[in-house]
């Protein structure tokens, strides 16, 4: 079955730098990869997604690049603020039926103010 | 508000006891899932029903047994509840055909 690795599993910038998670899966069958992030006390929430006929989506200050050879995608966040502070969660999946999401063991992101 | 609701939020409960978690949605969604969240925070599916068919069966232990009444409930029944059990437990909904999946707010149980 499906296999995600996340790093890193902590992760300090201060605020206005970037941050980059990445991600590796091992099912080249794998061919939808989003992102969550969630807050305190409440349920994750999709951030952005990519599908493996693309290699780059952007939406404002936050991006995902997919490597299909590699088997790798990464989260980017620019100019990052005291409000993106939360776990991220990476995840693959077959983008039919059931879709089943593989998670990442999660990234706690901290914005230093 | 349109969400996916759960009750209860926090379930405190002895080894042995039997529980269940109820999760609706009224996001007119036709797919719903229970994941399971560690404590070091790892996410795992357990199941998921696409309009009361039950279509994603993880190796879950037989304790566990889900069951949808209609297309806007999954309910989470426990039997027999271990120390193990203790985790945070997240219904989400999804239209077919479309990706996002949305979380409840999640059920913190915690087994004495």
């Known amino acids: 079955g499906e296999n995600v690795e996340q790093h890193p599993s902590t992760l300090s910038v201060q605020e206005g730098d970037s941050a980059v998670i990445k991600c590796t899966y091992s099912d080249s069958a794998s061919n939808y990869f989003p992102w969550y992030k969630q807050e305190l006390g409440k349920g994750p929430q999709l951030i952005i997604d990519i599908r493996s006929n693309v290699g780059e989506k952007k939406d404002q200050r936050i991006a995902v690049t997919l490597n299909k050879t590699a088997k790798h995608f990464s989260l980017h966040i620019t100019e990052t603020q005291p409000e993106d502070s939360a776990v991220y969660f990476c995840?693959?999946?077959?983008?039919?039926?059931?879709?089943?999401?593989?998670f990442g063991q999660g990234t706690r992101l901290t914005i230093n103010p | 508000d349109t969400a996916v609701s759960q009750t209860p939020k926090y379930l405190v409960t002895q080894m042995g006891n039997d529980k269940s978690i109820k999760c609706e949605q009224n996001l007119g969604h036709d797919t719903m899932y229970w994941y399971k969240q560690d404590s070091k925070k790892f996410l795992k599916i357990m199941f998921s029903?696409?309009?009361?068919?039950?279509?994603i069966n993880e190796t879950v232990p037989n304790r566990f047994s889900p069951k949808s009444p209609d297309k806007a409930h999954l309910n989470l029944h426990i039997n027999s509840l271990e120390l193990g059990d203790s985790a945070v437990y997240f219904c989400a909904s999804r239209l077919a055909d479309y990706n996002e999946q949305f979380f409840g707010p999640g059920t913190r149980l915690t087994v004495l």
């Open positions: 995840a693959a999946s077959i983008d039919q039926g059931a879709q089943k999401l593989v």
């Open positions: 029903y696409n309009n009361k068919e039950l279509i």
